[in-house]
């Protein structure tokens, strides 16, 4: 298996990369401290899993992973985070990540996650689990409409409003509309916080 870290703590990619080499199945670790770093290590070669820290440096890692999955879709992601909150795990579930730890999880938690994930499953640590599984259940007020969502998913794909106007057959005057509305829902102030929100809330695919 071969594994790359990206976090912008020292301490925190150097103990991770000794931890993974004890395990048997690992093969290699390359490590990523900003993400110029980590987009340099994918291309250079392909990793099975990426331990990807939420809050990577400027970068945010649930904004990033979509690019990150269109470099190699076939690497799974694991978030690394020291955030346990319903909020944080909810908007990882949602942006996409295949499995969720805590900089505070055990080394019998790290191995089991690399495994499981690599299995095809979706894995998160004991300790965010409950919180997982809250989620899962909540539902969002956001009450969009259908005709919204799909200008939504469009957004998010960042299609200009002459592509969506085009794709869906309607003026460009419409798909401004549809998109003041989805704003308003949302509780947005520009395109970047529509793309935050609808990825948070699950409104959409990435």
């Not at 670790?29 to 392909?46: G, I, P, R, T, W």
């Not at 020291?82 to 295949?98: E, P, Y």
């Not at 956001?142 to 309607?170: C, H, N």
């Amino acid at each position: 298996m071969k594994i790359l870290i990206a976090d912008d703590h020292f301490l925190v990619l150097e103990g991770l990369e000794m931890l993974l080499n004890t395990f048997d199945f690992v093969e290699k670790v390359v490590k990523s401290e900003d993400f110029n770093q980590l987009k340099s290590a994918m291309e250079q070669a392909k990793f099975d899993i990426l331990l990807l820290d939420i809050h990577f440096g400027r970068h945010d890692g649930r904004e990033i992973i979509s690019e990150i999955k269109k470099r190699n879709e076939s690497m799974k992601i694991i978030a690394l985070t020291s955030h346990s909150d319903s909020s944080t795990i909810k908007s990882a579930v949602n942006a996409g990540f295949d499995g969720y730890l805590l900089k505070i999880d055990g080394r019998d938690e790290i191995q089991r996650a690399l495994q499981k994930v690599m299995e095809g499953e979706k894995y998160f640590s004991s300790k965010t689990q409950q919180v997982f599984f809250e989620t899962q259940t909540t539902k969002t007020n956001v009450d969009l409409t259908e005709r919204e969502l799909e200008v939504l998913q469009l957004i998010v794909q960042e299609k200009t409003t002459k592509e969506i106007a085009d794709q869906l057959f309607l003026s460009e005057k419409t798909i401004e509309t549809h998109r003041g509305n989805i704003m308003l829902k949302l509780e947005a102030r520009n395109i970047a916080g529509i793309v935050r929100k609808a990825i948070m809330l699950g409104l959409v695919k990435v």
